[in-house]
């Protein structure tokens, strides 16, 4: 199969009975992840891209083709969702479900005016490329949801779009079965131009090259993925990125990162390869903080110096470096946690998840 794997997105909108009034770019091959709070205005970013909702004035454009124009002065244009060569995948996969998993795919190729053989050729390549192969011949009611979620972006990748839509892929589905979807999708969204709303700062950091964070309707950050997680700007990507996310290098048995950490833990999904870049996953309420070096020699011993101290719901929140730590008011005090204080972190090394980037 040839995928239809380049587009680039235009899009400058006002929706006004919404509150919506966003400018962004997805580059040829670049995915951008979409992160805000309910209500910031994600879904309609991805409806005016999709053709689902009109712009009260502004211009979408996808490979230089305008899909939509309003306004004052403006040429008005309006391209139909089935003519736009966009795909929107749900959270919900919305498979028929009168058809076989492998009808479900050739639907896509099939509406686009591809013959019977043509379109089943292109339904097997694409559940062999996301790992279902063997289900083609199941009914959608007798699939699990990770099973579902996975033949719905077959589907959606068996249109050739010439731009994805992802809507929360991954927020239905069990824990046990998200890590390996994500690392799915990382592999067949490779070299595609993608918009995905996500709410998970592990989706963002995987999947995403550049993060733009929207709130009030407003795009009130934006950046690579990596640099927004580890510095965000605003409240929300604050709250999203309140996990710790160290990236490095894998060797021997610790992710390495550039500053001279290394981290032990457990791999989540494919094990990573001595040299493969990699990053460590842990939470801040994972860390303990001491003013001395521990005793007993803990898996996980990062000297640091504290930078920020910040109040962080009942707890303190302390950053030294790369790394955050939650601690009680108490504690903060009875250690006397200020900025500029020396201090060591420690984190079991079952508590950190390391993921293949």
């Known amino acids: 199969m040839t995928?239809?794997?380049?587009?680039?997105l235009e899009l400058e909108a006002q929706v006004a009975d919404r509150g919506v009034d966003v400018a962004l770019t997805v580059a040829p091959g670049e995915t951008v992840a979409l992160l805000g709070p309910n209500g910031a205005g994600k879904s309609t970013v991805l409806s005016l891209a999709a053709g689902l909702l009109r712009p009260d004035t502004g211009r979408v454009a996808l490979d230089g083709r305008v899909l939509a124009a309003s306004g004052p002065g403006a040429a008005r244009?309006?391209?139909?969702?089935?003519?736009?060569h966009v795909a929107l995948m749900a959270q919900d996969p919305l498979l028929f479900p009168h058809l076989t998993v492998r009808d479900n795919v050739a639907f896509a190729p099939r509406s686009r005016g591809a013959g019977?053989?043509?379109?089943r050729d292109a339904?097997?390549?694409w559940l062999a490329e996301v790992g279902v192969a063997e289900l083609a011949d199941r009914r959608p009611a007798q699939l699990s949801g990770g099973q579902a979620q996975r033949v719905a972006v077959a589907r959606a990748l068996a249109a050739e779009p010439r731009l994805l839509l992802l809507d929360e892929p991954m927020a239905a589905l069990d824990v046990a079965v998200t890590p390996a979807l994500r690392q799915t999708l990382?592999?067949?969204l490779a070299g595609r131009s993608v918009l995905l709303v996500t709410h998970d700062a592990l989706d963002a950091l995987l999947l995403a090259d550049t993060v733009v964070v929207v709130d009030g309707g407003r795009v009130v950050e934006r950046g690579p993925a990596a640099e927004v997680l580890a510095r965000p700007r605003s409240d929300f990507a604050a709250r999203v990125a309140g996990l710790n996310l160290?990236?490095?290098?894998?060797?021997?048995?610790?992710?390495?990162t550039a500053n001279g950490l290394a981290?032990?833990?457990?791999?989540?999904?494919?094990?990573?390869?001595?040299g493969d870049p990699a990053v460590a996953v842990f939470s801040p309420s994972a860390v303990s903080v001491f003013r001395e070096p521990p005793g007993g020699s803990p898996r996980n011993a990062l000297a640091s110096v504290v930078t920020d101290?910040?109040?962080?719901?009942d707890r303190i929140r302390l950053r030294a470096g790369e790394v955050s730590a939650d601690v009680t008011a108490q504690a903060a005090a009875e250690l006397d946690l200020a900025p500029g204080a020396r201090v060591t972190f420690t984190v079991k090394a079952g508590e950190v998840s390391v993921y293949r980037l």
């Not at 995928?3 to 680039?8: E, L, S, V, Y």
């Not at 019977?116 to 379109?119: T, V």
């Open 246 to 256: 160290l990236r490095g290098t894998w060797r021997g048995d610790a992710v390495h």
């Open 123 to 125: 339904a097997h390549h």
């Open 77 to 84: 244009a309006w391209v139909p969702p089935h003519d736009r």
């Open 186 to 188: 990382r592999r067949v």
């Open 116 to 119: 019977r053989a043509e379109a």
């Open 263 to 274: 981290v032990h833990g457990r791999a989540t999904g494919p094990a990573p390869a001595d």
């Open 309 to 313: 101290v910040e109040p962080h719901g």
């Open 3 to 8: 995928a239809t794997r380049a587009g680039a």
